[in-house]
């Protein structure tokens, strides 16, 4: 099991990274503060008298200006979901979301497994080792 983390390891880390700092950079950019919508924006999207936003509906207020680094929010989503680059990159993508999962299971499996050898010798039981 080792020898197979550590190898899918070296190949999935370099994709993995790329999905992380994607991801990391799509969720800035949502968050990041726009500008105050401009008026002819705030009056485009008013609704008329007696609307109601039907029920299950996530009805929102006009967030303003796209400028600025919330107008890559899309570039960020098609480059973290692989879409950027065809059928492979998204193969890749997913391939990658279950390499996280497998490194999640198997690493937790290796550290249990050094966990009991050290029990078993009656050494002193840590958590961690040095």
Known sequence: MRKWH????VF???FMLWIAVTGVLSQVAVLWPGGAPDAAAQA???PPAGFECPEGWRC???RGNAGGIRSLTGLFHHLHSGETFGPIGTAISVLSGLALI???ISGLWLYLQMWRFRKD???APRWFWK
């Open 60 to 62: 929102m207020p006009p």
């Open 44 to 46: 485009a999207a008013t």
């Open 102 to 104: 497998f490194f999640s």
């Open 6 to 9: 550590r190898w899918l390891s």
């Open 121 to 123: 010798r009656s050494l």
């Open 12 to 14: 999935f880390g370099v």
